[in-house]
């Protein structure tokens, strides 16, 4: 399968920095990428789907201006998480999907944990 | 108000024997269910898909069946190995399998030698 990769995999920051997480897909050109958020026992959570070259698109409840996403080009999209706090700590996975390759899956990347002082 | 459910947290299985997971659903628009596979500290990686248009897919070891009706379905490992030890995973989606997926909570699988 198609790989996706993710840096940092786990970063420690202090309550009010800011922190930025890279998903890279490395041997496709994914025109779609997604931003998932896991909590311990709990299912993964859509925080927003971003298309190559456009604005993101925030799932209910997700505030756009803390998690700000840009998907700049078709192999690396960014999630920055703005003046971090506590309740921000959690794991992050992003998935990366070929749409113009019709039946395309998601594939995810390895994750980043986030642990906010 | 979920719309993918797994209702058993942790499953516990002999090896060699079956395995059985289940997941259920609200939505009755979702038309592709997957199973993902999850290992601590790591991102899902794909195991099998089912449309909704079929009611069964298999592919080695591993066999998903859909019953529409109930908004019910199952992942089959048979037989279970040590190494199916992980955090099992259903999603389903709207849209076939270019939707935006729905996760359930998991199930953490333990298959004991």
């Known amino acids: 399968g198609a790989v996706v990769s993710q840096h940092p995999s786990r970063v420690i920051c202090k309550s009010g920095t800011s922190v930025k997480i890279e998903c890279r897909s490395l041997?496709?050109?994914?025109?779609?990428m997604f931003w998932y958020r896991q909590f311990p026992k709990q299912s993964l959570m859509l925080m927003a789907t971003?298309?190559?070259?456009?604005?993101?698109?925030?799932e209910q409840g997700v505030e756009k201006d803390k998690f700000l996403i840009n998907h700049a080009s078709l192999t690396l999209s960014t999630l920055t998480v703005t003046s971090a706090h506590p309740e921000d700590s959690s794991f992050y996975i992003c998935?990366?999907?070929?749409?113009?390759?019709?039946?395309?899956?998601?594939?995810f990347g390895p994750g980043t944990r986030l642990t906010v002082l | 108000d979920q719309q993918v459910k797994q209702n058993s947290p942790s499953l516990s299985v002999q090896e060699g024997r079956i395995s059985i997971l289940n997941c259920d659903y609200t939505?009755?628009?979702?038309?592709?269910f997957l199973w993902y596979k999850k290992y601590p500290a790591e991102g899902p990686t794909f195991l099998i898909s089912?449309?909704?248009?079929?009611d069964k897919n298999e592919d080695g070891r591993f066999t998903v069946f859909l019953n529409k009706s109930a908004k019910h379905l199952s992942l089959h490992i048979v037989p279970s190995q040590p190494g199916d030890s992980a955090v099992y995973f259903c999603?389903?989606?709207?849209?076939?399998?270019?939707?935006?997926?729905?996760f359930g909570k998991g199930t953490k699988l333990s298959v004991k030698p």
């Open positions: 998935s990366a999907r070929d749409g113009r390759a019709g039946d395309s899956e998601q594939f």
């Open positions: 971003s298309n190559e070259g456009s604005k993101a698109t925030y």
């Open positions: 089912i449309s909704s248009i079929k």
């Open positions: 041997d496709f050109q994914a025109t779609t």
């Open positions: 999603a389903a989606s709207e849209g076939g399998s270019q939707g935006n997926l729905i």
């Open positions: 939505n009755s628009m979702f038309d592709y």
